[in-house]
């Protein structure tokens, strides 16, 4: 299996930073990578998709990019509606994997 | 509007049987792969495999082949997921979750639905 990893497993930021969070995978995945963004009590909410693409209605605050086994997810400007806890997948090679998720906290 | 409605919570014994659901409306059910992921208390995202409604073709992550049964009633745009014997570890949210890209198993799922809790307890 590919395992995906991200890093950090946590921070804390503040309303207007700018947030990257990296994802790794163990070996090449092209750009076969989503983003996704759960809030508590949630279901997931689809981000990113092919790297670099936005879903329809995601804002653009949201950015991604990378390929192969480098990735980031990048939120220009935090607001208090992005404390949430991120995960990026992978899609290339069965079974998919996520990561062990980001969880952004408020400073 | 696209939407995966999903089925009640439940609450099981050991060893019973279940059968939950994800209804699929606003879009031709048929022609996107569909997902199942799990989510243990207080844990990450786990992909347990897929269904392609049009043809019944199915994949498994190997963590869950033989574990679980995934299915779908294309006549009522309706996924499933089902186990035969639950054990207490599958107390669970589980999510069904939309491929974005019609007829592409090499896609990100796009839409999911809003989940399914099982407590599996005696």
């Known amino acids: 299996d590919i395992q995906m990893t991200q890093s950090p497993s946590s921070l804390s930021a503040s309303v207007g930073d700018r947030v990257t969070i990296t994802c790794r995978a163990s070996?090449?995945?092209?750009?076969?990578l989503a983003w996704f963004q759960q809030k508590p009590g949630k279901a997931p909410k689809s981000l990113i998709y092919?790297?670099?693409s936005l879903q329809s209605g995601v804002p653009s605050k949201f950015s991604g990019s990378g390929s192969g086994t480098y990735f980031t997810l990048t939120i220009s400007s935090l607001q208090p509606e992005d404390f949430a806890t991120y995960y990026c997948?992978?899609?290339?090679?069965?079974?998919?994997?996520f990561g062990q998720g980001t969880k952004v906290e408020i400073k | 509007e696209v939407q995966l409605v999903q089925s009640g919570a439940e609450v099981k014994k050991p060893g019973e049987s279940l059968k939950i659901s994800c209804k699929g409306s606003?879009?031709?059910?048929?022609?996107?792969?569909i997902g199942w992921v799990r989510q243990m208390p207080g844990k990450g995202l786990e992909w347990m495999g897929i269904?392609?409604?049009?043809?019944?073709?199915?994949r498994y992550s190997p963590s869950f082949q033989g574990q679980v049964t995934i299915s779908a009633d294309k006549s009522i745009s309706t996924a499933y997921l089902q186990w035969s014997s639950l054990k207490a570890s599958d107390t669970a949210m589980y999510y069904c979750?939309?491929?974005?890209?019609?007829?592409?198993?090499?896609?990100?799922?796009?839409?999911w639905g809003q989940g399914t809790m099982v407590t599996v307890s005696s």
């Open positions: 979750a939309r491929h974005g890209e019609m007829a592409t198993i090499r896609s990100a799922f796009d839409i």
């Open positions: 606003g879009y031709s059910f048929t022609s996107y792969w």
């Open positions: 269904i392609y409604p049009g043809d019944s073709d199915t």
């Open positions: 070996q090449g995945i092209s750009n076969y």
């Open positions: 092919a790297a670099s």
């Open positions: 997948q992978q899609y290339n090679s069965y079974p998919w994997t």
